[in-house]
Structures are given as structure tokens and as C-alpha cells.
């Protein structure tokens, strides 16, 4: 009898430890798909290979460079400032229980993946420092447990999507020094007291944005219209002084026209 249980303890400690060696498929499916989007010119990740996306976790020890395992499945990407270049693939949507995606100063290019609304866990989203373009997916929003929103020095355009307000975890919200245009949303700009606030800082640097809590824009229209006022002025001036003049002369010429005309007429009558 004792045998008997022995040997099923054995089978199932063989078979938890086959579980935890192989990697959960939708994160090998992530890391591989991730690893062809990616270019590594700095050779920073050589044990990104296929034989390590089989089997990056077990149990809280990883593997692959840059992740970071919990209870065999990556929860923590971490690939700032290796120089990568690529795009950031849309299936890391897979890696399912990933909480924290950090890949800022790198040379990424292309747009943010509005698949990243499936990284249901995602506490921290910092992209910063690349070379991102397009608008920034509302789509985002869905990712209700997002604490950190860091997409500063990118080139990223179009309005910032309202949608953002509704996540009320954030506590870090940069976007500064982008393309980006049109009004701050309110439920970004003046949050209510309960709810983090974010100061200018967060939008400068990008010319087309405006609303609280950047500074007022300029009324530049006010100043186009009293410099055409000014110069409408001024030119009205001008006119009259060269109308004026002009009717002088005409007048002095027509004077001495009519002087000449008298003294040809007081020569030709006779004396008396």
C-alpha cells in the first residue's frame, strides 16, 4: 500500500514539474512573435532564442533576459535603453498576465498596438524615449489596472482620447514632448481631489495642445487684427497726405495757369 503511494506521489511530482518546465503557450507565442518584431544590433538579447521561448519560467525563476516570472508565467517585461529597434508586436497581447511593460529609450518605431487593450493586468506602460508615431489607442482605457502611463519623447499625434480619464488607478501620466493637438481632456487635466492630479509638465512640448493645466495659448488672431488695423491706418495717412499735396500742386498750377491767361488778355485790349 505504502508503495502504491509513493509511486502516484512520484508520478504527480514528475507531472507538476513536466507542467511547470513547459511554458504556457500564449507566452511563448508572445515572446516569439515579439523577438521577430524586434532588431538587436547590440546582441543584448542572445538567449532570446526559440528553445528558451519554450520554456522561459519555472515557477518564479526566468530564463529569458529581460522577463520576469511569477508562478511560471511572465509578469514583468523589462527592455529599456538596449537600443532596439523594429516595432512593438501586437501579440504581446498574449502575454496575458504580463503587469509591467517597460521597453522607453529605445529606437521603436510605428505605432502602439491598440491589442494591448487585452493586457487586462497591466499595472505599468512606459514607452517613452522611442520614436512612436500615430494616436494613442482610447482602447487603453480597457486596461483598468494601469498605475503608470509614460509615453513622453515620443512622436505620437492627434488628440489625447477621453477614455484615459475613466482609468482611476493612474497615478503617472506623461506625455510631454509629442505631436500631439486639440484640447486636454478635463477628466485628465482637472481631476477630481480623490484622483491623481498631473501638472503641465505631463503635456508640454507639444504645440497643438492646449486647455488646463498648460498655460493660455496666445491670442495670436487678436494681434493679426490690430496689426491690419494699424496698418490700415497707416496707409489711410499716406493717402491723404499724398491726395493733399496732390491737390496743391493742381491748385498752384491752375493759379498760375489763370495768371498767364490774364496777362495774354490785358495785352491785347487797346488803352484808353
Given at each position: 500500500?505504502?508503495?502504491?503511494?509513493?509511486?502516484?506521489?512520484?508520478?504527480?511530482?514528475?507531472?507538476?514539474?513536466?507542467?511547470?518546465?513547459?511554458?504556457?503557450?500564449?507566452?511563448?507565442?508572445?515572446?516569439?512573435?515579439?523577438?521577430?518584431?524586434?532588431?538587436?544590433?547590440?546582441?543584448?538579447?542572445?538567449?532570446?532564442?526559440?528553445?528558451?521561448?519554450?520554456?522561459?519560467?519555472?515557477?518564479?525563476?526566468?530564463?529569458?533576459?529581460?522577463?520576469?516570472?511569477?508562478?511560471?508565467?511572465?509578469?514583468?517585461?523589462?527592455?529599456?535603453?538596449?537600443?532596439?529597434?523594429?516595432?512593438?508586436?501586437?501579440?504581446?497581447?498574449?502575454?496575458?498576465?504580463?503587469?509591467?511593460?517597460?521597453?522607453?529609450?529605445?529606437?521603436?518605431?510605428?505605432?502602439?498596438?491598440?491589442?494591448?487593450?487585452?493586457?487586462?493586468?497591466?499595472?505599468?506602460?512606459?514607452?517613452?524615449?522611442?520614436?512612436?508615431?500615430?494616436?494613442?489607442?482610447?482602447?487603453?482605457?480597457?486596461?483598468?489596472?494601469?498605475?503608470?502611463?509614460?509615453?513622453?519623447?515620443?512622436?505620437?499625434?492627434?488628440p489625447i482620447p477621453q477614455q484615459?480619464?475613466?482609468?482611476?488607478?493612474?497615478?503617472?501620466?506623461?506625455?510631454?514632448?509629442?505631436?500631439?493637438?486639440?484640447?486636454?481632456?478635463?477628466?485628465?487635466?482637472?481631476?477630481?481631489?480623490?484622483?491623481?492630479?498631473?501638472?503641465?509638465?505631463?503635456?508640454?512640448?507639444?504645440?497643438?495642445?492646449?486647455?488646463?493645466?498648460?498655460?493660455?495659448?496666445?491670442?495670436?488672431?487678436?494681434?493679426?487684427?490690430?496689426?491690419?488695423?494699424?496698418?490700415?491706418?497707416?496707409?489711410?495717412?499716406?493717402?491723404?497726405?499724398?491726395?493733399?499735396?496732390?491737390?496743391?500742386?493742381?491748385?498752384?498750377?491752375?493759379?498760375?495757369?489763370?495768371?498767364?491767361?490774364?496777362?495774354?488778355?490785358?495785352?491785347?485790349?487797346?488803352?484808353?
Open positions: 500500500m505504502g508503495v502504491v503511494i509513493c509511486g502516484q506521489l512520484l508520478a504527480v511530482l514528475i507531472l507538476s514539474s513536466a507542467a511547470a518546465a513547459a511554458a504556457d503557450p500564449d507566452d511563448e507565442r508572445c515572446m516569439t512573435h515579439l523577438s521577430e518584431s524586434l532588431q538587436d544590433p547590440l546582441k543584448n538579447l542572445q538567449n532570446w532564442t526559440t528553445a528558451t521561448f519554450a520554456s522561459p519560467c519555472q515557477g518564479f525563476t526566468s530564463f529569458l533576459q529581460g522577463a520576469t516570472c511569477n508562478n511560471g508565467r511572465i509578469y514583468k517585461l523589462s527592455l529599456s535603453n538596449l537600443s532596439l529597434k523594429g516595432t512593438i508586436s501586437p501579440f504581446l497581447s498574449n502575454c496575458t498576465n504580463l503587469q509591467s511593460l517597460d521597453l522607453s529609450s529605445n529606437q521603436l518605431a510605428g505605432q502602439i498596438a491598440p491589442e494591448l487593450q487585452y493586457l487586462v493586468n497591466l499595472a505599468v506602460l512606459n514607452l517613452s524615449s522611442n520614436r512612436l508615431s500615430g494616436p494613442i489607442p482610447p482602447q487603453l482605457a480597457l486596461c483598468a489596472y494601469l498605475n503608470v502611463i509614460d509615453l513622453h519623447d515620443n512622436q505620437l499625434s492627434g484615459l480619464g475613466l482609468l482611476v488607478r493612474l497615478s503617472v501620466f506623461d506625455v510631454s514632448n509629442n505631436k500631439l493637438s486639440g484640447p486636454i481632456p478635463p477628466s485628465l487635466g482637472n481631476r477630481s481631489r480623490n484622483l491623481a492630479r498631473f501638472n503641465s509638465s505631463s503635456y508640454e512640448g507639444n504645440k497643438g495642445l492646449y486647455g488646463y493645466p498648460l498655460a493660455p495659448m496666445k491670442n495670436n488672431k487678436g494681434l493679426s487684427v490690430l496689426a491690419i488695423v494699424g496698418i490700415g491706418l497707416g496707409s489711410g495717412f499716406v493717402s491723404l497726405v499724398i491726395s493733399f499735396a496732390a491737390v496743391c500742386v493742381w491748385l498752384r498750377l491752375t493759379e498760375q495757369k489763370l495768371d498767364d491767361d490774364e496777362g495774354k488778355i490785358s495785352q491785347l485790349m487797346p488803352d484808353y
